[in-house]
């Protein structure tokens, strides 16, 4: 079976080193596309990471990560927009499908959630303009509701969409499995997604039962309680067929071996791919 479909998202495989390191351990596997975090690319600068890509011919589904709008002065809300600006250019330089945002919650010290979301929305209104000259689109990701404080204040593909409603054209969502697969409106909203063109990525990985860390605790496919071939038949319905990324922060699998890391993740990734 092609690999085509599948994207290694860098998170899951950390512990393995470097950018070119990363890389060569996935096309050992036949795996030919990534989505980065910047620490990695600034590890070994953007005019190599971007060669190493663009030599060895490689898809990026996303850059990650942008966001973190939200601060309790406008000199830190500023700064958020030139660092974004930066993400911008990293992620045209390797030509990712879009720059993945993880927004941010509360400044520190505030209690003003509804403020930090109209921090996001200028923040991102201000971004706008450069990312669409730079062709980069911006995807929103809602995170699960336990992040609302610190990471996303944003939380549900409604509220996601609303604001990319009124932003307009070059943004849209990276739908993750682990921060909506228990939301009632899901079908509803990706559906809404679809329609619209805004489904710009998709991550992959399991909700374990229990639970031992929010954050670094998730699952490989298949180990846990989200029915991973219903979600995939639900964004392809909604008209989008692009990569499934496997994104899992885990203690559990960032102590393993990156080649049996991806070993198991091609694994998995046939099992669900299977009719």
């Keep these: 079976m092609s690999l085509e479909g599948l994207s290694i998202n ?3 495989i950390k512990q393995g080193g470097s950018f070119a390191t990363l890389v060569d351990a996935c096309l050992h596997h036949g795996i030919t596309t990534i989505s980065p975090w910047r620490d990695h690319v600034h590890g070994v600068g953007l005019e190599e990471a ?3 890509v663009a030599q060895n011919g490689i898809r990026l ?5 942008g966001g973190f709008f939200p601060a309790h002065d406008a ?3 500023r700064d958020a927009i030139e660092d974004n600006k930066r993400a911008v250019d990293e992620a045209a330089a390797m030509n ?3 720059l993945v945002l993880v927004v941010g919650g509360l400044p520190v010290g505030s209690k003003d959630i509804n403020g930090a979301r109209q921090m996001v929305e200028d923040g991102m209104a201000a971004l706008l303009p450069y990312a669409r000259q730079a062709g980069v689109p911006l995807a929103i990701e809602p995170l699960h509701p336990f992040y609302a404080a610190d990471r996303a204040c944003f939380n549900t593909l409604k ?3 609303d604001l990319c409603d009124r932003l307009g054209e070059g943004t849209g969502v990276a739908i993750d499995v682990y921060h909506v697969w228990w939301d009632p409106e899901l079908e ?3 559906a809404r997604a679809g329609r619209n063109g805004q489904i710009l990525a998709h991550h992959i990985c399991d909700w374990l039962v229990p639970t031992t860390d929010p954050l670094n605790d998730r699952g490989m496919m298949g180990d846990g309680v989200i029915d991973l071939k219903a ?5 392809e319905t909604a008209g989008f067929t692009g990569p499934q990324e496997v994104e899992i922060f885990s203690n559990t699998w960032n102590a393993r071996p990156i080649d049996q890391v991806l070993t198991t993740v091609v694994e998995r990734y046939r099992a669900l791919s299977a009719d």
């Design 10 to 12: 860098f998170a899951t």
């Design 50 to 52: 971007a060669r190493i």
């Design 61 to 65: 589904s996303g850059h990650c990560r």
């Design 75 to 77: 000199q830190g809300r």
């Design 96 to 98: 990712a499908d879009c």
């Design 159 to 161: 509220q996601s969409l």
């Design 188 to 190: 509803e909203q990706m």
């Design 231 to 235: 979600f995939r038949r639900m964004i």
